[in-house]
């Protein structure tokens, strides 16, 4: 709340003139001034601006003052849009809600902790200031996909397949201590460098790579495998359907060379044939 500045004697008027009323305070109310959420969300306060008075001096001013690596605004109740000014046209007038929105600036996720966000608003040398708390709550949340995006893949028997997953962290705290492991058809072995991530800061990512060795007698199939990543905040997990391909198999690349190869005999036996028949016709 504030007032307006008053002189010694409490009233700025001289004898004989007519005495204007001071102008009045501006009260704020909030039902929910702390608001708590992840350092990814846009916290919102609606704040009441309560005319304590009959006789309010025209405008007031909108600052709003944030925290670093967060920008705040104020937005009016209807039509819902951002504003800097309230006026009050000298005159009692219905209390107005006033929306506060703050977020974190993105690439900026905050720390986990309390934020203080504050309404300001004056008019001349008049000043009022509101204190509103976002509660950065810890937000432990992370992912697993391959490099490609792939869920397959194909092996041979007793064959290393190297394939790329990277782990994210997606949430706004660091994941520590993130084992990896995996759970495969009996006699085949899955390895990772690395095994353990001991640390993994939000927004980061980490590469790890996978080896893949089915038995050596293997029988020509499709198989999954559950590939895990753990932590004490949670475990994420993904399946991946893992084709065992018959000795000697071709690619598709080396299905086309191997077409082109014999496209190419094809060709020159037609032309080893014509210049054959035309040799003997002439002999004739």
Not at 3 to 13: I, L
Request: glycine content about 10%.
């Amino acid at each position: 709340m504030f007032a307006a500045e008053e002189g010694d004697n409490g009233s700025d008027s001289s004898p004989g003139q007519e005495e204007v009323p001071p102008e009045g305070p501006i009260e704020f109310e909030c039902g929910f001034p702390s608001v708590e959420g992840s350092g990814n969300e846009t916290f919102k306060y609606d704040v009441l601006v309560i005319p304590a008075t009959n006789e309010i001096a025209g405008a007031y001013d909108f600052n709003v003052i944030a925290p670093p690596g967060w920008e705040a605004t104020v937005w009016g109740d209807y039509p819902a849009k951002r504003v800097g000014t309230i006026d009050f046209g000298g005159k009692r007038v219905a209390s107005q809600v006033m929306t506060v929105r703050a977020k974190a600036i993105k690439g900026k996720t905050p720390e986990p902790g309390e934020y203080v966000i504050t309404l300001e608003m004056t008019s001349g040398e008049l000043k009022g200031t509101f204190d509103l708390t976002a509660v950065v709550t810890a937000n432990y949340e992370f992912n697993i996909r391959t490099g490609t995006g792939r869920l397959s893949t194909e092996v041979k028997g007793a064959e290393d397949k190297h394939i790329s997953i990277l782990l994210e962290n997606t949430g706004t705290a660091t994941i520590d201590n993130i084992i990896l492991s995996s759970i495969e058809p009996e006699g085949w072995n899955i390895t990772f460098d690395p095994d353990k991530i001991d640390s993994l800061e939000p927004g980061l990512k980490q590469e790890v790579d996978v080896v893949i060795r089915p038995p050596e007698r293997a029988i020509v199939n499709d198989y999954t495998a559950t590939l895990r990543a753990e932590s004490e905040n949670g475990t994420e997990t993904l399946v991946l359907r893992i084709t065992v391909q018959a000795p000697g198999t071709m690619t598709a690349a080396g299905i086309g060379i191997t077409a082109s190869v014999i496209v190419g005999l094809v060709f020159l036996f037609k032309r080893t044939s014509m210049r054959y028949t035309t040799g003997a016709s002439h002999r004739q």
